[in-house]
């Protein structure tokens, strides 16, 4: 198990987690005191987007899936799609936003970004 978390974006749009130990006894320890680290990869930057900005009633501009990951948005396009074809998602031109229904099943929703 793992104590203190931290994140940091890099300039390079990666995204790269820490994780101390736990107990103090071992952060203490300067041979158990390493820190786990991470760089999500393409995968978990598309989850963690979506999960953060789904979250949002108001919805998110389509525009920041590209700035804040770095990738374009062919990486989502058809999930978007699938969402609007089961009515958990809705768009004008420039943002997404959950439907009634996908504020209902955010789970679901969140899941088709998987």
Do not use: C, W
Not at 15 to 40: M, S, T
Not at 68 to 91: P, V
Request: a neutral charge; charged letters at 30%.
């Amino acid at each position: 198990m793992r104590g203190a978390h931290s994140k940091i974006t890099l300039s390079t749009n990666e995204i790269v987690r820490f994780a101390q130990v736990k107990h103090p006894k071992d952060y203490l320890n300067p041979e158990k005191r390493k820190a786990e680290i991470n760089i999500l990869s393409e995968k978990d930057l598309i989850l963690e987007f979506m999960l953060n900005a789904l979250r949002l009633t108001d919805g998110i501009a389509l525009s920041l899936f590209e700035e804040r990951t770095g990738l374009t948005m062919n990486h989502i396009e058809n999930r978007i799609e699938e969402a609007k074809k089961r009515g958990l998602l809705a768009s004008n031109e420039e943002i997404i936003y959950p439907t009634p229904l996908g504020k209902r099943f955010l789970s679901d929703l969140v899941e088709l970004f998987l």
